[in-house]
């Protein structure tokens, strides 16, 4: 896209760079071929059936997604294999069965024996085959069973005893997000790969078929040695990358596909301050590297067109208001930066920046601009 074209666009807008994008897909594709596994994309951080599209292919064609919303959204898409992979809340299992009735292929996972005993009562009272993965912890970041421990089992006997169908294990190592080298994230993939598969090892030597032994997060997938066992890999944020994902060091900053376009609209002359017209609700509040070496505020600042304009950072935002300075605090030159300059913003987390905007312009290398709408809410 232009400089021109960009210039009609409103601010705050969030930009996708469909090349940016498009190499991404393309390097996540070539690490999962060569490992030999297949992607079930996680679907929550594009939230868009064409970039869905270009991330389903050449996969089998199953999606993850984390809101019953967004699975309705890919199913009226043409999406039906779906993998709801937020533990199940017992108050969605109505809605669950509903969907499975109108053929949604939708799977659900839970992590807890009365989760377990709640769908065995769900699947009788609406008499409804659901389809569960038992969601296991690998490093305590968040979810899932332990997987030495009898509650596994306990939750798989009673799924498989009650009617339904316990259709394999997942993983998702969140506690890959706070490592510190390529090989602290390398290592937390094996971890990821072989909780999964001890797991279901542990299950089928008991009788349970348990067929999918479901793993991923972004940095686990791009930095996995082997995947050997592994039956999908759910991956989502690799898609458009982000200053967290960069700070990882599993892309570099000019890998990040999304940003806001944005607008300066004031000085703060004794601070050597800009003012621009993209706040929390542009950005998000997320705060992802705030944790890591480089804390990059609420998001890193480029020139309308991409380019670096160095250490420049979002220090500070209100609801529509950014304050953006030199991320080690000394003075801007505020003739560089005009009223009416349009800026960009690289975001800290893709997905929560998104989710803040009801669509995508697309450029590079789109003259005339096109948005993409994104499905919202829950
Ligand atoms: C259960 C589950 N699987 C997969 C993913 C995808 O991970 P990432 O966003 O790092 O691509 C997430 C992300 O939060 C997740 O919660």
């Not at 896209?1 to 469909?18: E, F, I, N, R």
């Not at 506690?175 to 937390?188: Q, T, V």
């Not at 991923?216 to 990358?241: D, H, I, K, M, W």
Request: with cysteine; hydrophobic share 40%.
């Amino acid at each position: 896209m232009s400089a021109d074209s960009l210039s009609v666009l409103p601010t705050p807008s969030l930009l996708v760079d469909q090349q940016l994008m498009a190499a991404n897909i393309q390097r996540m594709n070539q690490q999962l071929e060569q490992l030999g596994a297949p992607l079930r994309p996680h679907l929550k951080t594009c939230k868009n059936i064409e970039i869905a599209r270009a991330m389903l292919a050449g996969h089998p064609g199953g999606c993850t997604v984390s809101t019953l919303a967004e699975a309705d959204y890919f199913f009226e898409h043409g999406i039906d294999d779906v993998l709801y992979a937020v533990g199940i809340a017992p108050g969605k299992l109505a809605a669950v069965a509903d969907r499975i009735k109108a053929g949604m292929k939708l799977s659900i996972i839970l992590d807890q024996e009365a989760t377990a005993e709640a769908v065995v009562e769900a699947a009788r009272h609406h008499d409804c085959r659901f389809q569960v993965l038992l969601e296991i912890d690998a490093d305590g970041a968040r979810a899932g069973f332990v997987p030495d421990e009898p509650e596994l089992l306990n939750a798989a006997m009673k799924l498989q005893n009650g009617g339904v169908d316990v259709a394999g294990v997942m993983v998702h190592a969140g506690g890959s997000y706070a490592c510190l080298s390529h090989e602290a994230i390398k290592a937390m993939a094996e971890t990821e790969r072989q909780s999964a598969v001890k797991a279901a090892e542990h299950l089928r030597s008991q009788g349970l078929d348990c067929p999918v032994i479901s793993v991923g997060s972004t940095p686990t997938a791009l930095r996995a040695g082997t995947l050997v066992g592994v039956t999908e890999v759910r991956a989502g944020v690799y898609v458009f990358q982000d200053l967290v994902m960069a700070g990882l060091g599993v892309c570099r900053e000019k890998d990040i596909a999304v940003s806001v376009l944005t607008e300066v609209i004031g000085h703060r002359k004794s601070r050597g301050e800009v003012l621009i017209d993209a706040g929390w609700m542009a950005l998000s509040r997320d705060r992802g590297t705030a944790s890591q070496d480089r804390d990059r505020g609420y998001g890193l600042v480029r020139d309308s067109d991409g380019t670096d304009l160095g250490e420049i950072i979002v220090r500070a935002t209100n609801q529509e208001h950014g304050i953006v300075g030199l991320a080690d605090g000394s003075a801007l030159n505020l003739a560089d930066f005009p009223i009416g300059r349009r800026l960009r913003v690289l975001p800290n987390h893709a997905c929560a920046t998104a989710g803040q905007h009801s669509g995508y312009w697309l450029t590079n290398p789109i003259d005339a601009p096109r948005k993409l709408k994104r499905c919202h809410g829950w």
